[in-house]
C-alpha cells in the first residue's frame, strides 16, 4: 500500500533539477561540476548497467504486470505512467525496482515503452538534507522526498488534502514519503540519467 502511495507522489513531482556549486571553487571553468571520485563514478555506471539487464524483461509492459506491477496514477508528460510492484524487498536493490516508468508508445504492441526505474529508500537525512549514505551517491543522483500525499481508492491522488479530509474520502494518506529517485536508463534524458522529470517523454 505504501509504495502505491509513494509512486504517486513521484507522478505529482514536476520541478528542475538544481545544480549545486563545488565548494571551495576558485574560479569558474564553464558550468559547475559535481564533486564525484572516479571510483563512485565507475560503480554507479556498473549498478546502471545491472539496473538495465535487471529491467530488460520488463520492454514489454505486459511482463511487468505479469510480475505484479500495477499502473497506478495518472500519465505524466515527463515521467509518463507509474507501474508499481508492493511486497518487493524493503532494503534498497539495484535489480529490484519497486517502480516502472513507461511512456506512451503508439507503434509497440502494448501501448507503452519503459524509459526508466524509479527507486525508494529508507535512510536517515544528512545535514545537508540529504539522505545518508546512499546506494548512488548524492553527488549525481537526485534523492528526494514528498509531503502530504493522499492516495485515494481509484488510485488518483492529491497534495491539498488534509490527513483528516484524505481518510474521510477513504484515502491513504503519507505525511512524508522515503527517499526517491529517477533513473532514465531506458531513454536519454537531457536533463541528465537522475533528473526528476525527462523532458523527452511526451
Known sequence: MKRSALAIAAALA????????????????GNPKPAITYAELQRTSEQ????RAATVKYLDVR???ADGYRAIGPYVPGM??????????DRFSITEPPILLYERDTAGPSG???VGVSYLLVAPTDSEGRPESPPLPNSLASWHKHNNVCVLPDNSASVQLTEEQCR????????????MLHAWIWKDSPAGVFSFTNPLIK
Request: charged residues 15%.
Open 14 to 29: 514536476i520541478t528542475g533539477l538544481q545544480a549545486g556549486r563545488a565548494a571551495g571553487q576558485a574560479h569558474e571553468h
Open 48 to 51: 546502471l548497467a545491472t539496473a
Open 63 to 65: 511482463r511487468a504486470e
Open 80 to 89: 509518463g505512467v507509474h507501474y508499481v510492484r508492493g511486497g518487493g524487498p
Open 112 to 114: 507503452l515503452r519503459l
Open 168 to 179: 474521510a474520502q477513504g484515502g491513504r494518506f503519507t505525511a512524508e514519503t522515503s527517499w
